[in-house]
């Protein structure tokens, strides 16, 4: 995937053409500034970013009614009508710019795959910060689930460290509820994190917006918490359980624990890798996908 890294790793400038034009096979040279007519202009409906807050919009709109679109929108030509062009990035101020009552907007044609299209919108948002982190996971997660990317390829594309795509990536695994108040911006990125260890995230989750619990107040209520809760006695381990868990600490150079929830035969069970460093992790992380 180096190539997806040298092509679309130059940052927001070389998506809206301010410095040499993307390369890639399947990426044709921009075509320059040009001015559309806003009703030209249909939404992305692959954009990551799902939620647009209205007093920001008007905000934004009352901008662009003193000094225009100052930044130029990215789109392509529309499969379905050729007298359209579908958004890349740039729907907020797109949006504004309607709310405004502009009737034209400055746009970089470019011509790019579904894939392309997707990776550009994800760039463009997370360089400028637009997007929560549950938007920022489900392009992450769709990038993965339909153009197998592995976690090492979108930490390449999106100029973010693999740890960071792995952190965010393990949001989806937080209840409905709890990706509602992290999208809203009740609960930070901080929280989440601490939510995702949590035996009852949703209830937790629930007390820190309540109290306004600080993220360390929250980490140790989750402890404490976990430290109450009633466990159930551990199942005696056999001589292949411990032989398997010293030839795994052997191989990955960590210590490694092997359990099962309960005493019956076929239950599930849990494997423990226990690292003290982001280093190991990321040993181990790509280890697993490679």
Same mark, same amino acid.
């Given at each position: 995937?180096?190539?997806?890294?040298?092509?679309?790793?130059?940052?927001?400038? !070389?998506? +809206?053409?301010? $410095?040499?034009?993307? #390369?890639?096979?399947? *990426?044709? =040279?921009?075509? @320059?500034?040009?001015? /559309?007519?806003?009703?030209?202009?249909?939404?992305?409906?692959?954009?990551?970013?799902?939620?647009?807050?209205?007093?920001?919009?008007?905000?934004?709109?009352?901008?662009?009614?003193?000094?225009?679109?100052?930044?130029?929108?990215?789109?392509?030509?529309?499969?379905?009508?050729?007298?359209?062009?579908?958004?890349?990035?740039?729907?907020?101020?797109?949006?504004?710019?309607?709310?405004?009552?502009?009737?034209?907007?400055?746009?970089?044609?470019?011509?790019?795959?579904?894939?392309?299209?997707?990776?550009? !919108?994800? +760039?463009?948002? $997370?360089?400028?910060? #637009?997007?929560?982190? *549950?938007? =920022?996971?489900? @392009?992450?997660?769709? /990038?993965?689930?339909?153009?197998?990317?592995?976690?090492?390829?979108?930490?390449?594309?999106?100029?973010?460290?693999?740890?960071?795509?792995?952190?965010?990536?393990?949001?989806?695994?937080?209840?409905?509820?709890?990706?509602?108040?992290?999208?809203?911006?009740?609960?930070?990125?901080?929280?989440?994190?601490?939510?995702?260890?949590?035996?009852?995230?949703?209830?937790?989750?629930?007390?820190?917006?309540?109290?306004?619990?600080?993220?360390?107040?929250?980490?140790?209520?989750?402890?404490?918490?976990?430290?109450?809760?009633?466990?159930?006695?551990?199942?005696?381990?056999?001589?292949?359980?411990?032989?398997?868990?010293?030839?795994?600490?052997?191989?990955?150079?960590?210590?490694?624990?092997?359990?099962?929830?309960?005493?019956?035969?076929?239950?599930?069970?849990?494997?423990?890798?226990?690292?003290?460093?982001?280093?190991?992790?990321?040993?181990?992380?790509?280890?697993?996908?490679?």
């Amino acid at each position: 995937m180096n190539e997806k890294s040298n092509r679309l790793g130059r940052g927001l400038a !070389a998506l +809206i053409g301010d $410095v040499a034009p993307i #390369d890639g096979p399947r *990426v044709v =040279e921009s075509t @320059g500034l040009k001015k /559309l007519p806003v009703d030209f202009i249909i939404p992305n409906r692959r954009n990551p970013r799902h939620d647009f807050d209205p007093d920001q919009l008007q905000e934004l709109a009352s901008s662009i009614r003193e000094k225009g679109v100052m930044q130029p929108l990215l789109v392509r030509p529309s499969r379905e009508d050729p007298n359209l062009f579908e958004l890349i990035a740039g729907e907020r101020r797109w949006r504004a710019a309607q709310i405004a009552n502009l009737h034209e907007v400055p746009v970089i044609i470019r011509e790019v795959d579904d894939r392309e299209a997707l990776e550009l !919108a994800i +760039i463009e948002n $997370v360089q400028r910060a #637009d997007l929560n982190a *549950v938007d =920022e996971a489900l @392009g992450y997660g769709e /990038l993965m689930d339909e153009f197998n990317y592995t976690q090492n390829d979108l930490a390449q594309v999106i100029g973010k460290s693999r740890s960071h795509v792995a952190n965010t990536l393990r949001l989806l695994k937080l209840p409905e509820d709890v990706r509602k108040l992290l999208a809203e911006g009740q609960l930070t990125a901080g929280h989440a994190r601490t939510l995702i260890t949590a035996s009852d995230p949703s209830s937790l989750a629930r007390r820190i917006v309540k109290d306004g619990l600080s993220v360390r107040a929250a980490e140790a209520l989750s402890q404490k918490r976990d430290m109450q809760a009633p466990r159930p006695a551990p199942t005696p381990k056999d001589a292949d359980t411990l032989a398997l868990e010293r030839q795994l600490s052997d191989a990955l150079g960590l210590k490694v624990a092997l359990s099962r929830s309960g005493g019956a035969e076929g239950e599930a069970g849990k494997l423990e890798i226990r690292y003290t460093t982001l280093e190991q992790l990321d040993d181990v992380c790509r280890r697993l996908t490679h």
